[in-house]
């Protein structure tokens, strides 16, 4: 693995896909102290600030373009497992690319990809993880490993264990069925109430699994089955809300 580190940097996951684009090698990760504009899904702004873990790795998992999702699922388990095992810190996946505590979003992965044809040439995978901020350090409904665990922790450590996790799950990207039991085993929002936001309306209804392309499904009733491939997932306290 061969890893370049910046103190500050627009996005990990841009300089990523430059470097991909002019084909640095699979497993080479970017690391930086800060990003000025760290990237979310869908145009949104991820909060990068001094304290926290922001780094993308760079896959050419010769898969096809439409499994892409995988690798989003993958990166959630191997990041899960890394908090457990070096920080004792028991964080659950939720739909479709977070960890999360009970006090807040604690990780949140971008995949970005490249593809020719069905086939995928490159595929970006960025992770932040809250790790050694204090509350008043992030943004409203997050937290951080220092929050829930009182210590800080060291990045580089987490950041090589999440990658040698990713290592380990890579030869499951032929068997998915283990990525998604596993992410699902530890789902936040396993047969809960859910209520999700897409481009095309909201849904609420029970959140009963994930399918193989990584949808969520979401029996309604109405019809009685609805599978998402986009959204924004908010976990219901009650059948009442
Ligand atoms: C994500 O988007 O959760 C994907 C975040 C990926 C960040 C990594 S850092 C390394 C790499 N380089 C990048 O440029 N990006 C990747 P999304 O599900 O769209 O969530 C974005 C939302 O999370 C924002 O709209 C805020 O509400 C919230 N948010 C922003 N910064 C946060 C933070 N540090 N911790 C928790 N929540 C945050």
Same mark, same amino acid.
């Given at each position: 693995m061969s890893i370049i580190r910046y103190k500050r940097i627009l996005s990990t996951n841009a300089k990523a896909k430059a470097l991909a684009e002019d084909s640095a090698p699979e497993w080479t990760v970017v690391v930086s102290d800060i990003q000025t504009h760290g990237k979310g899904r869908m145009g949104r702004k991820w909060e990068s600030h001094k304290g926290g873990l922001w780094f993308s790795v760079i896959l050419r !998992? =010769?898969?096809? *373009? +439409?499994?892409?999702p995988m690798l989003q699922f993958l990166a959630s388990n191997a990041t899960r497992r890394a908090v457990h095992e070096r920080a004792g810190v028991q964080a659950w996946t939720k739909w479709p690319n977070d960890l999360v505590l009970d006090s807040g979003k604690l990780a949140g992965i971008l995949v970005e990809s490249k593809s020719e044809g069905d086939m995928v040439c490159f595929a970006v995978v960025g992770i932040g993880l809250n790790v050694n901020q204090r509350m008043g350090e992030l943004p409203a409904g997050a937290t951080s490993l220092y929050e829930v665990s009182r210590r800080k922790h060291r990045l580089n450590d987490l950041m090589e264990e999440i990658v040698q996790n990713m290592k380990k799950e890579y030869r499951r990207l032929k068997n998915p069925v283990e990525i998604f039991d596993e992410w699902w085993r530890n789902c936040?929002? +396993?047969s809960r109430q859910v209520q999700v936001k897409t481009r095309s309306g909201v849904v609420k209804g029970m959140s009963s699994g994930i399918d193989l392309d990584g949808s969520l499904l979401v029996e309604? =009733?109405? !019809? *009685?089955l609805e599978k998402l491939v986009e959204g924004t997932l908010r976990v219901l306290n009650d059948q009442s809300e």
């Open positions: !998992p =010769g898969i096809l *373009a +439409r499994s892409v936040v929002h +396993r309604t =009733g109405e !019809p *009685a």
